[in-house]
T-cell receptor
């Protein structure tokens, strides 16, 4: 079954520093991959998606992710963290059934002044 | 703009009660999903539906049922609520594609 593993349940960065959130996937077929963000007391919002086109995917709010098949990775990056980036981030992969997604357990990003 | 709404943001119910969580989308999407979110466990799929009156079990369907009588509405039913069903419940919808749009969530507490 398709699955994702997010490395690090909590990541802390200083404002202005590079953000790197790690996601590795396991899939027997070419996957579709997603990053979602969840701000406190809200639903999930799509940041970006990989659907087998360009391997470097740009999303909203300055985030991007690179699909690396050789490493089975889809890490999320942002060159310079803002305080407003503090949130929970979820990586997801297309599941076997219908159009369901399998989500990782999430990474909580803390941005310090 | 895409819109998924959930009937309640916060809900408190007693053990044994029958609980209905409603979700409505206005995008004419075929697929709708119910997840529960718990700290450290991420999102887990309860049920999904790919058409009116059609449903499929997700990873954790036990203790839940669903209803989809109209394309825009997908209901999650807890037949007899238990304390271990205290959680955040998230509804999502998608067209014939994997990109999902989420509602704001319902935080359910069962006492």
């Amino acid at each position: 079954a398709q699955s994702v593993t997010q490395l690090g349940s909590h990541v802390s960065v200083s404002e202005g520093a590079l953000v790197l959130l790690r996601c590795n996937y396991s899939s027997s077929v070419p996957p579709y991959l997603f990053w979602y963000v969840q701000y406190p007391n809200q639903g999930l919002q799509l940041l970006l998606k990989y659907t087998s086109a360009a391997t470097l995917v740009k999303g909203i709010n300055g985030f991007e992710a690179e699909f690396k098949k050789s490493e089975t990775s889809f890490h999320l990056t942002k060159p310079s963290a803002h305080m407003s980036d503090a949130a929970e981030y979820f990586c997801a992969v297309s599941a076997d059934s219908g159009y369901a997604l399998n989500f990782g357990k999430g990474t909580s990003l803390l941005v310090t002044p | 703009d895409v819109k998924v709404t959930q009937s309640s943001r916060y809900l408190v119910k007693r053990t044994g009660e029958k609980v209905f969580l409603e979700c409505v989308q206005d995008m004419d999407h075929e697929n709708m999903f119910w997840y529960r979110q718990d700290p450290g466990l991420g999102l887990r799929l309860i049920y999904f539906s790919y058409d009116v009156k059609m449903k499929e079990k997700g990873d954790i369907p036990e203790g839940y049922s669903v209803s989809r009588e109209k394309k825009e509405r997908f209901s999650l039913i807890l037949e007899s609520a238990s304390t271990n069903q205290t959680s955040m419940y998230l509804c999502a919808s998608s067209p014939t594609a994997y990109e999902q749009y989420f509602g704001p969530g319902t935080r359910l507490t069962v006492t």
